[in-house]
């Protein structure tokens, strides 16, 4: 009952939240509705009892994401970035209808009550050895090749970052 | 009727993270083909990110597995990397051509 009440709270938070990321029009604005969107959803995380990763969402998504974001809109000028239009306000118009329909075909889904649920079945791990460290079991053992493979993606993206973003003499206006 | 529709809304089941990870991805697609400027078209597609990781939360929570969770972690630093590279691409471009809305870029228009 609580966790639902919490859920239904953090995710109007999140729709409202990613509504401003999508029709903000200054950058600092978008940045600080995608701040909100990324907090609820990791409270989401926590009222589903997925403790760690909403830990890390907050750490690595709200901290090291959204500064990141800001150092950059920082790094472009300012001036033009406001000048100009945001919205390609066509596009928008001519796909809404179809988003719109979207959602409404997925909320009659939803409301019509199609099931997906299933039986508790790995509970009582869960409960022994709580969630981090059944996360880190899981990690370690069944998914060891992705994970390393998932650290190698990030240093050849950390080279590619640094290789993008060196300075060059040559400019091509 | 109404009572029936509050208690369905009040029993906790997979297919609310399901509309909520679709409703999201849908706002973050959109500000995807909505948007010009380039940041805030990689912020709509962290949003999109996000709503996935809440769907694999979301069927985690109802089956009791974890292996969901495990995969919102790649799918985080999978998320890092992309804004690493792509604000590192942002600000190449900007460097080198002086455009940050995608209109700008027409050099491989035909």
């Known amino acids: 009952m609580l966790s639902q009440i919490a859920f239904y709270l953090f995710g109007s938070i999140s729709i409202i939240c990613g509504l401003g990321v999508v029709s903000a029009s200054n950058p600092i604005y978008v940045v600080l509705w995608l701040l909100g969107a990324l907090i609820a959803i990791s409270g989401i995380f926590f009222s589903a009892g997925a403790e760690l990763l909403g830990a890390l969402q907050l750490m690595v998504y709200v901290v090291a994401i959204a500064v990141f974001y800001i150092l950059i809109i920082t790094a472009v000028p300012w001036r033009k970035l406001h000048k100009n239009e945001q919205h390609n306000r066509l596009i928008g118009v001519a796909v809404l209808p179809f988003v719109a329909i979207l959602y409404v075909e997925a909320f009659i889904v939803a409301l019509s009550g199609v099931s997906l649920s299933k039986n508790k079945i790995i509970e009582t791990i869960t409960k022994n050895y709580g969630n981090a460290s059944t996360i880190g079991i899981k990690l370690f053992s069944t998914y060891f090749w992705a994970f390393e493979l998932m650290s190698v993606l990030l240093l050849i993206s950390m080279i590619g970052a640094i290789l993008l973003g060196r300075k060059e003499e040559k400019t091509y206006d | ?110």
């Open chain 2, 1 to 110: 009727m109404i009572e029936s529709l509050v208690a369905k809304f009040l029993v906790q089941n997979v297919e609310q993270y399901f509309v909520l990870a679709f409703v999201l991805l849908g706002i973050g697609l959109f500000g995807m083909m909505v948007r010009k400027n380039l940041i805030t078209i990689l912020m709509s597609l962290e949003l999109a990110l996000n709503s996935v990781n809440i769907a694999f939360v979301g069927i985690d929570k109802m089956n009791s597995l974890i292996d969901g969770q495990i995969f919102a972690l790649f799918t985080i630093a999978l998320a890092a990397a992309e804004a690493a590279v792509g604000l590192g691409i942002i600000i190449s471009l900007f460097r080198l051509r002086k455009a940050e809305n995608v209109n700008e870029i027409i050099d491989l228009k035909g």
